[in-house]
C-alpha cells in the first residue's frame, strides 16, 4: 500500500504510454475526461461532445462507476469512461489523440493483464500453509461471520463447486425465491427476470456479476480456470466434513468475472471495484499485475481504501526487485510468496514496496467443478492474506481499514531471508495470531527495535509484576501514540476500549529508559 514511482523506462505512465509487452483489448481506450463534460454525458452513449480525433470513430462510451456518490464524485470517478472504437483501430495512435484533447484529463488503452499464477498440478494431501500461519489458534478465537463480505476480482470461480457454493454472497433483492443460492433459470422457476430489484444499475446480480461479457452469470469458460482454486484459498466452506478448509472460517464472497484466457480487462476490472465500493465488501483480491502503473486502475484502488476497503493484490512472478500493479499502487496490499522453509519463493517479485509475505507454494485447494489440486503462486499469497483480513473483522466488527492493515504487519514474524532484514519483504510472514503469552513477560525491545509478535486480548489485560520495575505501572497507548490507559501488574479491564491497535509502554529497570513492547494488543 506505499505510493511507488514508476520505473524510469515507462515514461508518462498512466497518460497513455504502457509498456510494450502489455496487451489490450482491441479499439478500447479508457479515459477520465475533464470537469467540464460533467453534465453533459450519461451512463453511456455514442456522442462525446467537442472531443476530435480525426480518423476514428467512437462506437459507443460506458460510465466505469454506475451510480457515483459525492466521494465519487468529488473526487472525478463519475468522468472514467470505457470509449469504444472500430476494433481495427490503431489503439496507440488513438490513445495519444485523446492524451492531446483539453476534453481528456488522462488516457491510456483499456490493458488486458495477465492472470498472476504459477501452476502445479502435483497433488498434496494437506493444507500446510493453514498450521503455518497460525489458523487454528485464530479459531479458537473466532469463527468467521457471514456478514464480513469478500471479493475477487480475476476469471470467475466454478462458484457451483461443492467446497464454494455456500460460501458465496447472495442479493436478497434479487433471490426471487429467498432460496439463498443462484437458480439461473428465468422466472418464476429461477431467479433470472430482467429487473434490478436492488436498485445498484446491474440487472439479476444474484451474487455478483460478469464484468466482461456483460451478463449476471459469472461462470468460467475454462475447465481449468484459476479463479476456482484462488476462491478455495480464499473462502472454502469450512467445517463441512468435506475438502479443504479456509482462514475466515465460512464469510461470502461474491463471483466476479472480469476476463478470460488468461487476461484480466482493466475497464471490467475497474467496474468491479467500484461494485464493491457499492456492495459493502470489506476486503478483495486483484489476481492480476502489469509492469505499468495505469492511472484509472490506481484511481480506483484508492478509492476504494478511502472508502474504507481493503484491495490486495499478488506482488507478481517476475523473481525480481520489479514493481508489480496493481500491487504497488498506494491503498493497495502488495504481497508477495513465501516457501515452507519460509523465505521467499524464487518466482515471486520483491522490494520496498511489498507490505506482507504470505505462504504460496503447494497449496492444495478447490479445482475445476468439484475437485481439487495443490498449485504455486502469488496469488494463491494473495487470497490468504484476504483471508486473514476477512478473519479479522469477523473477530472485530469495528476495526477499521487502516488498524486491520496495522494488525495483519504486526502480527507478522520474522524470515529467515537476507531479503526480509534488508526491507524488501514487508512486514513478513503472515500469521492470524499468536499465543497469549502476555504482552509484558519477556521487556526487552527498545522503541527502535520492533517486535513482530503480538496477543490478541478480550476483555482483560494481564501485565506481569517485575521486581526491577522503578514504576508499579504502565501505558497503553493507540495507533497515533496517544496514551489511553494506564496500566498496573496483574489484570487490567480493557473491555471499554475501541476494537483496534494498542501498545504497551513499560517502566524501565534501575539503568534504562521506559520502553515500548510492540506486542499489539487487539480488545474487542
Same mark, same amino acid.
Given at each position: 500500500?506505499?505510493?511507488?514511482?514508476?520505473?524510469?523506462?515507462?515514461?508518462?505512465?498512466?497518460?497513455?504510454?504502457?509498456? $510494450?509487452?502489455?496487451?489490450?483489448? $482491441?479499439?478500447?481506450?479508457? @479515459?477520465?475526461?475533464?470537469?467540464?463534460?460533467?453534465?453533459?454525458?450519461?451512463?453511456?452513449?455514442?456522442?462525446?461532445?467537442?472531443?476530435?480525433?480525426?480518423?476514428?470513430?467512437?462506437?459507443?462510451?460506458?460510465?466505469?462507476?454506475?451510480?457515483?456518490?459525492?466521494?465519487?464524485?468529488?473526487?472525478?470517478?463519475?468522468?472514467?469512461?470505457?470509449?469504444?472504437?472500430?476494433?481495427?483501430?490503431?489503439?496507440?495512435?488513438?490513445?495519444?489523440?485523446?492524451?492531446?484533447?483539453?476534453?481528456?484529463?488522462?488516457?491510456?488503452?483499456?490493458?488486458?493483464?495477465?492472470?498472476?499464477? #504459477?501452476?502445479?498440478?502435483?497433488?498434496?494431501?494437506?493444507?500446510?500453509?493453514?498450521?503455518?500461519?497460525?489458523?487454528?489458534?485464530?479459531?479458537?478465537?473466532?469463527?468467521?461471520?457471514?456478514?464480513?463480505?469478500?471479493?475477487?476480482?480475476?476469471?470467475?470461480?466454478?462458484?457451483?463447486?461443492?467446497?464454494?457454493?455456500?460460501?458465496?454472497?447472495?442479493?436478497?433483492?434479487?433471490?426471487?425465491?429467498?432460496?439463498?443460492?443462484?437458480?439461473?433459470?428465468?422466472?418464476?422457476?429461477?431467479?433470472?427476470?430482467?429487473?434490478?430489484?436492488?436498485?445498484?444499475?446491474?440487472?439479476?446480480?444474484?451474487?455478483?456479476?460478469?464484468?466482461?461479457?456483460?451478463?449476471?452469470?459469472?461462470?468460467?469458460?475454462?475447465?481449468?480456470?484459476?479463479?476456482?482454486?484462488?476462491?478455495? #484459498?480464499?473462502?472454502?466452506?469450512?467445517?463441512?466434513?468435506?475438502?479443504?478448509?479456509?482462514?475466515?472460517?465460512?464469510?461470502?464472497?461474491?463471483?466476479?468475472?472480469?476476463?478470460?484466457?488468461?487476461?484480466?480487462?482493466?475497464?471490467?476490472?475497474?467496474?468491479?471495484?467500484?461494485?464493491?465500493?457499492?456492495?459493502?465488501?470489506?476486503?478483495?483480491?486483484?489476481?492480476?499485475?502489469?509492469?505499468?502503473?495505469?492511472?484509472?486502475?490506481?484511481?480506483?484502488?484508492?478509492?476504494?481504501?478511502?472508502?474504507?476497503?481493503?484491495?490486495?493484490?499478488?506482488?507478481?512472478?517476475?523473481?525480481?526487485?520489479?514493481?508489480?500493479?496493481?500491487?504497488?499502487?498506494?491503498? #493497495?496490499?502488495?504481497? $508477495?510468496?513465501?516457501?515452507?522453509?519460509?523465505?521467499?519463493?524464487?518466482?515471486?517479485?520483491?522490494?520496498?514496496?511489498?507490505?506482507?509475505?504470505?505462504?504460496?507454494?503447494?497449496?492444495?485447494?478447490?479445482?475445476?467443478?468439484?475437485?481439487?489440486?495443490?498449485?504455486?503462486?502469488?496469488?494463491?499469497?494473495?487470497?490468504? #492474506?484476504?483471508?486473514?483480513?476477512?478473519?479479522?473483522?469477523? $473477530?472485530?466488527?469495528?476495526?477499521?481499514?487502516?488498524?486491520?492493515?496495522?494488525?495483519?504487519?504486526?502480527?507478522?514474524?520474522?524470515?529467515?531471508?537476507?531479503?526480509?532484514?534488508?526491507?524488501?519483504?514487508?512486514?513478513?510472514?503472515?500469521?492470524?495470531? @499468536?499465543?497469549?503469552?502476555?504482552?509484558?513477560?519477556?521487556?526487552?525491545?527498545?522503541?527502535?527495535?520492533?517486535?513482530?509478535?503480538?496477543?490478541?486480548?478480550?476483555?482483560?489485560?494481564?501485565?506481569?509484576?517485575?521486581?526491577?520495575?522503578?514504576?508499579?505501572?504502565?501505558?497503553?497507548?493507540?495507533?497515533?501514540?496517544?496514551?489511553?490507559?494506564?496500566?498496573?501488574?496483574?489484570?487490567?479491564?480493557?473491555?471499554?476500549?475501541?476494537?483496534?491497535?494498542?501498545?504497551?509502554?513499560?517502566?524501565?529497570?534501575?539503568?534504562?529508559?521506559?520502553?515500548?513492547?510492540?506486542?499489539?494488543?487487539?480488545?474487542?
Amino acid at each position: 500500500m506505499r505510493s511507488v514511482v514508476a520505473v524510469t523506462l515507462l515514461v508518462a505512465v498512466g497518460l497513455g504510454v504502457a509498456n $510494450a509487452a502489455d496487451r489490450y483489448v $482491441a479499439g478500447q481506450a479508457i @479515459v477520465k475526461f475533464v470537469p467540464a463534460l460533467r453534465g453533459q454525458l450519461g451512463e453511456n452513449g455514442n456522442v462525446v461532445p467537442g472531443l476530435d480525433l480525426p480518423g476514428a470513430r467512437l462506437l459507443r462510451y460506458e460510465r466505469l462507476m454506475r451510480r457515483p456518490d459525492e466521494n465519487a464524485l468529488a473526487r472525478g470517478l463519475d468522468l472514467q469512461y470505457l470509449l469504444v472504437f472500430d476494433p481495427s483501430s490503431d489503439v496507440p495512435a488513438l490513445v495519444a489523440g485523446l492524451c492531446r484533447s483539453p476534453l481528456v484529463e488522462y488516457a491510456c488503452p483499456n490493458a488486458l493483464f495477465p492472470l498472476d499464477s #504459477v501452476p502445479d498440478d502435483s497433488l498434496y494431501p494437506e493444507q500446510w500453509h493453514l498450521p503455518d500461519i497460525n489458523a487454528p489458534l485464530a479459531w479458537a478465537i473466532a469463527h468467521g461471520d457471514s456478514t464480513v463480505l469478500t471479493a475477487m476480482i480475476a476469471d470467475a470461480p466454478f462458484w457451483t463447486h461443492p467446497d464454494l457454493e455456500a460460501n458465496i454472497a447472495v442479493n436478497a433483492p434479487e433471490d426471487l425465491n429467498g432460496n439463498r443460492r443462484f437458480d439461473t433459470l428465468p422466472a418464476p422457476e429461477g431467479d433470472i427476470d430482467g429487473s434490478d430489484q436492488d436498485g445498484n444499475g446491474f440487472i439479476d446480480d444474484v451474487i455478483g456479476y460478469d464484468f466482461y461479457a456483460r451478463d449476471p452469470i459469472p461462470l468460467p469458460t475454462e475447465p481449468a480456470a484459476a479463479g476456482t482454486h484462488y476462491l478455495g #484459498v480464499q473462502n472454502a466452506v469450512t467445517d463441512n466434513t468435506i475438502g479443504v478448509a479456509a482462514p475466515p472460517w465460512n464469510v461470502r464472497t461474491y463471483a466476479l468475472r472480469c476476463g478470460d484466457s488468461g487476461s484480466i480487462s482493466m475497464s471490467a476490472a475497474i467496474s468491479a471495484i467500484y461494485y464493491c465500493m457499492e456492495q459493502n465488501v470489506w476486503v478483495f483480491s486483484m489476481n492480476f499485475g502489469s509492469s505499468t502503473a495505469y492511472r484509472p486502475l490506481s484511481d480506483a484502488c484508492l478509492a476504494a481504501w478511502n472508502a474504507g476497503l481493503v484491495p490486495c493484490a499478488p506482488a507478481g512472478h517476475s523473481g525480481a526487485e520489479q514493481p508489480s500493479y496493481p500491487a504497488a499502487c498506494e491503498g #493497495v496490499i502488495a504481497v $508477495a510468496s513465501s516457501g515452507r522453509d519460509h523465505r521467499k519463493t524464487p518466482w515471486s517479485s520483491w522490494g520496498t514496496w511489498i507490505d506482507v509475505t504470505a505462504p504460496g507454494e503447494d497449496i492444495l485447494s478447490t479445482y475445476g467443478p468439484n475437485g481439487y489440486t495443490t498449485w504455486d503462486g502469488n496469488t494463491a499469497a494473495c487470497n490468504i #492474506v484476504v483471508g486473514i483480513l476477512a478473519w479479522f473483522k469477523s $473477530a472485530l466488527p469495528d476495526i477499521s481499514n487502516d488498524s486491520a492493515v496495522a494488525l495483519l504487519e504486526n502480527l507478522c514474524d520474522t524470515m529467515p531471508d537476507s531479503l526480509y532484514w534488508a526491507g524488501k519483504l514487508g512486514a513478513g510472514r503472515v500469521r492470524m495470531a @499468536v499465543p497469549p503469552t502476555g504482552v509484558a513477560e519477556t521487556p526487552s525491545a527498545k522503541l527502535q527495535t520492533p517486535n513482530r509478535g503480538a496477543t490478541i486480548v478480550r476483555g482483560v489485560l494481564h501485565l506481569k509484576a517485575n521486581s526491577e520495575w522503578r514504576m508499579a505501572s504502565g501505558v497503553l497507548l493507540d495507533v497515533s501514540g496517544r496514551s489511553v490507559m494506564t496500566l498496573r501488574p496483574g489484570a487490567n479491564d480493557v473491555s471499554r476500549l475501541a476494537p483496534g491497535v494498542y501498545f504497551v509502554v513499560e517502566p524501565g529497570t534501575r539503568n534504562e529508559e521506559p520502553r515500548t513492547t510492540t506486542k499489539l494488543v487487539v480488545t474487542r
